[in-house]
């Protein structure tokens, strides 16, 4: 079995999460340095705190509106048709961000592009499982890793791209070769550009490679009329998977600082300028997607290799507490390079790219693990539900990572960073205590094992 082909939808769904990653990662940044940045210099001119408050709630938006996608998908549209409105959206909603340079046009495109956001992010996934048999169990886990691929070299290129496009392509000079202008409200374009062509993908393509499924929604079966109930081994599934959403969103609130925090600390005491190139912020999901691409093979050998040891591989609670640990080591050697800035210094770019590495190297311990997880444990007739179940976790995370930069601001960035090593590491011990009843519930719910 292992050997059959990948299916053609694979390619296609693959190409559109790359797509739609471009768009939301290139300009993600983007968006909050252009809120922040001087109007002389082509900026809104708001204050850092309330610039971070908005992409917070743009992501939160992002990360709610699959409730109502995933309702759609699995009541009235089907995953085919909720996901192309979404692509149309987010068309639409970063076309608005490049003609209207004003805050009410980031309030648009913000609202346009979230909502839409919504509809596509847990559809795609849901339609990937749908491409492969009840017995294709290895073969779907390896088009999952192969999507994640695609995920990340569509952020690879969309953060190379719009950083360039912001600060060097699209934008404006003094004679001293500084910058006058960022070249930001391009970057909306190009987003909306590759935004459309997904659509254009899906529209053409979809009946030649996603072999007739979702069309439908798939609702739950009904016996003489009435909805047949879950199970109890459902139930218990779907209650592991609401703990580890839950769970999940405490590692969120500290992982998004990387685009907001840790960007409005770097951009003031990181060395960012070498040779008169001034290294763009958006690089910094540039080089995490590298990292993703490279290390998720390594962690993924890693855990084949664990499976064959006396003891076994770690089991999912286990995976996710390391993902933990990992984040806070990343905290920590941030908080350690504010030790070059005492005296008006910049730090080392070396500590950011540091903290990047212990960072993807946390994500990749927690997020594939968690996205598996969610998808071999929901019931078939509510998985767009599940998936945006857990999706409400990250919604929750991202709103409240807005407000971490208000403590940066009153304590100062090395009391925050300090702070969020800890909050990592409670997180991670009160996790590891309940290692055991986890695993307990998740084999009482008679679940696949979740050793990936």
């Not at 691929?149 to 500084?178: E, H, P, Q, R």
């Not at 190297?361 to 078939?380: N, T, W």
Request: hydrophobic residues 50%.
């Amino acid at each position: 079995m292992d050997k059959k082909k990948q299916p053609k939808g694979l390619y296609l769904l693959g190409s559109l999460m790359m797509c739609s990653n471009f768009g939301y990662y290139g300009s993600r940044i983007v968006m909050l340095l252009f809120m922040v940045a001087g109007i002389e210099h082509g900026g809104l001119g708001l204050m850092n705190a309330q610039g971070a408050s908005i992409l917070a709630t743009y992501m939160a938006l992002a990360y709610l509106t699959p409730m109502l996608g995933g309702w759609l998908a699995d009541n009235v549209l089907g995953f085919r048709k909720t996901t192309l409105i979404g692509f149309i959206l987010c068309t639409i909603g970063y076309f608005t961000g490049f003609v209207y340079n004003s805050i009410n046009g980031i309030y648009i495109m913000t609202g346009l592009v979230a909502l839409g956001a919504g509809l596509y992010k847990g559809n795609l996934l849901n339609l990937l499982g749908l491409m492969y048999d009840e017995d294709e169990e290895s073969l779907k886990d390896a088009g999952f890793s192969i999507v994640y691929s695609y995920i990340n070299v569509g952020i690879f290129i969309g953060t190379l791209v719009c950083g360039l496009i912001a600060t060097k392509w699209m934008a404006t000079f003094n004679t001293d070769g500084s910058v006058a202008i960022y070249g930001y409200k391009y970057v909306f374009l190009t987003t909306s550009m590759v935004l459309l062509l997904a659509t254009i993908l899906l529209s053409t393509l979809q009946n030649s490679c996603l072999n007739g499924k979702g069309i439908k929604p798939l609702a739950a079966k009904k016996k003489n009329g009435v909805k047949e109930p879950l199970t109890e081994a459902e139930k218990k599934n779907v209650l592991v998977i609401c703990i580890v959403s839950f769970v999940a969103s405490f590692f969120w609130i500290a992982y998004y600082q990387n685009a907001l925090s840790v960007v409005l600390y770097a951009r003031n005491h990181i060395q960012l300028t070498y040779g008169g190139f001034e290294i763009p912020l958006t690089w910094m999901d540039t080089l995490n997607a590298i990292l993703c691409v490279v290390l998720a093979g390594v962690f993924a050998k890693f855990w084949q290799w664990k499976a064959t040891t006396k003891n076994g591989d770690f089991n999912m609670a286990t995976k996710i507490t390391i993902g933990f640990v990992l984040l806070a080591s990343a905290f920590a050697l941030m908080a350690v390079s504010m030790l070059q800035t005492i005296g008006g210094g910049k730090a080392s770019i070396l500590w950011l790219i540091g903290f990047i590495v212990l960072m993807t190297m946390g994500e990749l311990s927690f997020s594939p693990i968690a996205y598996s997880m969610v998808d071999k444990l929901a019931p078939s007739r509510l998985k767009g539900l599940m998936m945006s179940v857990f999706f409400l976790s990250v919604m929750v995370a991202s709103k409240l990572s807005g407000y971490v930069q208000l403590f940066v601001e009153k304590m100062g960035a090395l009391e925050a960073f300090i702070s969020i090593v800890i909050y990592l590491l409670v997180i991670a011990g009160i996790l590891f205590s309940f290692n055991k009843k986890l695993e307990q519930l998740e084999k009482e719910g008679k679940a696949k094992p979740l050793n990936i």
